[in-house]
């Protein structure tokens, strides 16, 4: 079970409150927890990873334990205490605009 | 009985204004989808209680919401909550791909650019949502980068009209000030293969034969600060207005300039006459009075604001040329607002009601087809678009 902590406008969108808890087979990574958490929740499809490269949107950036994971590869091992629900993953709207 | 509903688009949400068709009083709803974006918000003709709106934010991209109850709820098609994790197809109601297959003869993949080199085309957003004339689930959109889409499922997929961007004088269109966007869609009540759109900067086209093949219609404008002021494409057209009772005549407020065609575009010609000012954005014309058409006259392209601070729209009852000034109720001082493309619209009421929205946040009305104005709301985030819906019989 991953715990999955997204920004308030992408849970009024999803229409979720507090954080989302989503299974996954075989490794966590950045790409199987999105994967799963779009699978649940599809109106968050291009929300997060465009639509066709599922590259990180530029104004969404990706922590966990204290540690920018935004520019990992989507394909690489999530924290050990992501992938065992001690930490969430969150999903965060970058600070833009000033 | 009748009612008036008045569907507005802000920066920080959408808001639905309604009254009954004295339009004295007004029952203010929303905002909904706050904190977004709401490019448009358009109701079918063919069922009012059907309402598209564009969602859109910088940050997490392009939202379609639907509402099939006059905008009481509203839902995101094929694309809600779950109930178990395979138990649902995957949403794809925000999914705007554009089309580059060999059926389309042209896979048009770049524009001209600020700097004059070619450039990718990329999405970002949906400017406008015209629903069909006929059918509710049928509904176009025009999006940034410029390209027009249909659903024809109620917003829960779309397609591009790929023969706009592969007609041909796709690489000349560049990006006006706004972006390069779509921004204005028309469908003829007489034909129903015959749609024109416009683009900033491109100029408008149409189609005859329901979006497949189309054409440039940009005869006659001229723009002095392109290369060629009266080249086939490029000009920057603001908005385009009809009334649908008589589709072959076309009004354009361009960049600079006032423009009319009689022959659905084939020519135009400039009918600015004697306004102060013939930049603007926003354009329409009276329900009922075929040669009646307004605008809201703008300083200048580098200074968005009225003139001397005096907001004011313009009236001509003679198709253009002649326009007077309509001052009654509207700010006579200090007001540097702006009033964008798709912030004007018209009701159909026997006395008819015109409105329109600025970028302060007010949206104004006249139930008397413009001699007098008042606020129905002064302090909403800038407003983006207005549309109105005449209600008959539901009051």
């Known amino acids: 079970m991953i715990r999955v902590i997204l920004p308030f406008h992408l849970r009024t969108l999803a229409r979720i409150d507090g954080e989302v808890e989503v299974e996954i087979e075989g490794a966590a990574t950045q790409r199987s927890v999105l994967d799963a958490l779009e699978a649940r929740y599809p109106v968050l499809c291009g929300t997060i990873r465009d639509h066709v490269t599922r590259e990180r949107r530029p104004f969404i950036r990706f922590f966990a334990c204290e540690q920018d994971l935004s520019h990992e590869s989507p394909d690489s091992p999530l924290p050990a205490a992501v992938a065992a629900g001690n930490e969430p993953f969150l999903v965060v709207g970058a600070i833009a605009g000033g | ?395």
Request: aromatic share 10%.
């Open chain 2, 1 to 395: 009985m009748s009612k008036v509903r008045v569907l507005v688009g802000t920066r920080k949400g959408a808001f639905i204004l309604e009254s009954d068709g004295k339009r004295e009083k007004w029952d203010v709803k929303g905002p909904h989808f706050t904190g977004w974006e709401v490019y448009h918000m358009k109701g079918s003709p063919a069922d009012p209680n059907r309402l598209y709106a564009s969602q859109t934010s910088g940050w997490f991209g392009q939202i379609i919401q639907r509402s099939n109850d006059g905008g009481e709820t509203w839902e995101t098609p094929g694309g809600g909550p779950t109930k178990s994790p395979q138990g649902w197809p995957q949403g794809e109601s925000n999914k705007f791909v554009y089309d580059t297959s060999p059926e389309t003869g042209k896979p048009l993949t770049t524009h001209q650019f600020y700097d004059g080199t070619q450039h990718p085309w990329e999405f970002k957003r949906v400017w406008h949502l015209e629903p069909s004339l006929t059918d509710p689930d049928t509904v176009y959109a025009g999006v940034e980068d410029a390209a027009l889409f249909r659903s024809t499922d109620g917003g829960r997929s779309w397609q591009e009209l790929a023969g706009l961007r592969g007609h041909g004088t796709g690489p000349k269109w560049q990006p006006g000030a706004g972006g390069m966007c779509l921004h204005t869609i028309i469908q003829d009540t007489k034909d129903p293969g015959r749609i024109y759109i416009a683009i900033s900067a491109a100029g408008a086209f149409r189609t005859d034969d329901g979006g497949k093949t189309w054409k440039p219609i940009n005869r006659g404008l001229r723009s002095e600060f392109i290369p060629d002021p009266t080249a086939e494409v490029g000009h920057c057209v603001h908005h385009i207005a009809m009334n649908p009772s008589r589709p072959g005549v076309l009004f354009m407020q361009k960049h600079w300039d006032v423009m009319r065609s009689d022959d659905a575009g084939d020519s135009w010609h400039e009918v600015s006459g004697n306004l102060p000012t013939d930049f603007g954005f926003a354009i329409d014309v009276h329900a009922h009075e075929l040669e009646t058409i307004y605008v809201v006259p703008i300083k200048s392209d580098s200074e968005h604001f009225p003139l001397d601070g005096k907001l004011r729209v313009y009236r001509s009852r003679t198709g253009g040329n002649e326009w007077e000034e309509l001052a009654k109720g509207l700010p006579e001082r200090h007001c540097y607002v702006n009033v964008f493309r798709d912030a004007m619209a018209v009701d159909s009421l026997d006395q008819c009601g015109v409105y329109f929205g600025t970028t302060g946040g007010q949206v104004y009305a006249s139930a008397d087809a413009g001699d007098h104005w008042a606020p129905i709301v002064r302090d909403l985030p800038p407003v983006l678009s207005v549309e109105v819906q005449t209600l008959r019989g539901t009051l």
